[in-house]
Nanobody, 123 residues
Framework: QVQLVESGGGSVQAGWSLRLSCAAS????????RGWFRQTPGKEREGVAQ????????YYTDSVKGRFTVSQDNAGNTIFLQMDFLKPDDTAMYYC????????????????WGQGTQVTVSS
């Protein structure tokens, strides 16, 4: 099993920045893909970003390209989501995910989820 713990969420004004962190522990050897989803009440869960820890390849949904950056520490146990130029539409609960493969944007393809951290952006 893999345990994922997110941190770094908060409430900020539009145009400000936040940096989310996700620490992974447990049986992480086969979870080479780490990433982030987000969800607002009444809307579908949306994939945000992914990183394949073996190579560092990253994936982003179109709405965050150029504003968000996903990265990892040297050991690959912790991933980060640097969120710049935040918009009110970015308001959501952000979830850290982990699985064997990257490239899918379907929540059901990811077996490991964190508890979520809230991000609120006011105009």
């Amino acid at each position: 099993q893999v345990q994922l713990v997110e941190s770094g969420g908060g409430s900020v004004q539009a145009g400000w920045s936040l940096r989310l962190s996700c620490a992974a522990s447990g049986a992480t050897a086969k979870t080479n893909c780490r990433g982030w989803f987000r969800q607002t009440p009444g809307k579908e869960r949306e994939g945000v970003a992914q990183i394949y820890t073996k190579t560092g390849r990253t994936y982003y949904t179109d709405s965050v390209k150029g504003r968000f950056t996903v990265s990892q520490d040297n050991a690959g146990n912790t991933i980060f989501l640097q969120m710049d130029f935040l918009k009110p539409d970015d308001t959501a609960m952000y979830y850290c995910v982990a699985d064997q493969f990257c490239g899918s944007w379907f929540p059901g393809d990811f077996d490991n989820w964190g508890q979520g951290t809230q991000v609120t952006v006011s105009s």
